[in-house]
């Protein structure tokens, strides 16, 4: 997935700034790929799709907004083949994988000290991590209840039954989900928080705060350079 955003940065680069079109092909192919390797991806294409047609619909003197909404065409003409396998399985438009209702179920969770973060459901995601001892334990008294629930279905019924479950508990704790929201962003951009993880707060302060500081360094060139 690495590999394809960075090669993606590159081919969006030429897509924009070279008359040709051979990049803007790759540019598609290339964010289907990536939605293929990793599906919450075809939820990003989705909404970029709607966006970027939205954007040349109402500006269609600016080129650039017409050039990314056929990056966004080419995107789902890429991954359209699976779209129509997985219609054929599940009856299900625009499914992209089983695994949506599990993530947002752990999203959901609503005991202290877990912040959001996935596991599985053996709870081992992090069995070997130093740092999170006894975070299978844990994990296992607040969820077993539930995983034993859900382990009756499969497939498509056993996403649904993750999926019902967390609105439950997203209706039931609200500030928490939003909570687990936040963390869950930190945790994508920092590395932390952790469920039931023993942080080494000097270490991490000392090495995010730099991170932190040329991302925000970062918002500069990008008001500057906007167009």
Known sequence: ???????????LINAFNE???????LSGFIIGYIALTKVIFGYVILFLFLGSVLLWITNRKV???KRGAAIMLIALATVSPYLIYTYNLTGKLYYFGNS???SLYWMSTPFENEYGDWNN????????????????????RNHQKDV???????????????KKIAV???KTHPVKFAKNIIANISNLIFGFPGS????????????????????LFCVIPTLINWK
């Open 19 to 25: 008359p040709a079109k051979k990049y803007l092909y």
């Open 196 to 215: 039931y993880t023993y942080q080494r707060p000097l270490l991490k302060i000392w090495y995010f705060a730099v991170l932190f500081s040329l991302m």
């Open 121 to 140: 459901e053996n709870f081992g995601a992090e069995i070997n991590d130093p740092e999170r001892p006894g975070a299978a334990e844990n994990l296992k």
């Open 148 to 162: 034993d629930e859900v382990a009756k279905y499969t497939g498509v019924e056993k996403d649904e039954a993750y």
């Open 1 to 11: 997935t690495i590999f394809l955003i960075s090669l993606l940065i590159f081919c």
């Open 100 to 102: 949506g209702g599990m």
């Open 63 to 65: 080129f650039n907004y």
């Open 168 to 170: 439950r508990n997203i």
